[in-house]
């Protein structure tokens, strides 16, 4: 890889001239992003409880704590879709917070992001709480680059919303969000160009406290999250998140979620 660059970079300027404006028109696309979103929102790999250390599970790992993710991943290879139903809650402040805080938390299903940490394909909602305001974000994103915000969705407390990632390959896929009353959809393709290649080795349901300007944001009360019909495409076939790992956020040595799993639905409770 690195040879190849450089035999790319030293030896075919010319192809580098026409290589340049994609780099710009990634910088662009950041640049956009950050316009668009001043406060830099992204979901992040899982990190080790109070580190910035990504957390890698196995076939083995069955329990875990994270600073930023809590829910179910499944670790092996052939994942190219993920799903799950669930009702959007109503974020509170949590106890001991305050009024002039923002708390904020996300629910979202993913391909990679743990033993794969090149790329994350993701969707899925934010719910945030300031006082007696709450708001809310539908939201797809191919991390490492930002998360974008779907247009003509709008979310409120006790809607039932069906997440749907899949991928076509490794550097391109859908993000789907539906709206399971009314079965109006609002789909995101990524047709190449991304900043990560999947690795396929993971599938995910989670509840993250994802970061905003480099920093973890104050994490929302968020009542209870259940994933339901939580099914992954594993190699073709349709499988449930037995056997995956349980993770719970920590922060603080102070565990702050409660997950478990049945053979298709994922629970995340604040506690
Ligand atoms: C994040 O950084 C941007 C740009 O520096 C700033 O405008 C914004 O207020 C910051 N947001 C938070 C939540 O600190
Ligand atoms: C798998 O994870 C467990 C703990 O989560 C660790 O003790 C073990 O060494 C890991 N195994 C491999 C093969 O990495
Ligand atoms: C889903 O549709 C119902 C019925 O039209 C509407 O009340 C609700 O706001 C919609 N929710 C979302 C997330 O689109």
Redesign the pocket.
Known sequence: MKLSTTIFSTSLLATAAIAAPLTAQRQARHEARKVARANNRESHPPYKSDTKEILH??E??HE?YSSNWAGAVLVGTGYTAVTAEFTVPTPKVPSGGSSRTEYCASAWVGIDGDTCDTAILQTGVDFCVQGSSVSYDAWYEWYPDYAYDFSGISISAGNVIKVTVDATSTTAGTATIENVSTGKTVTHTFTGGVDGDLCEYNAEWIVEDFESNNSLVPFANFGTVTFSGAEATDGGSTVGPSGATIIDIKQNNKVLTSSSITSSSVTVEYV
Request: glycine share 0%; charged share 0%.
């Open positions: 599970f196995n083995s790992s875990s």
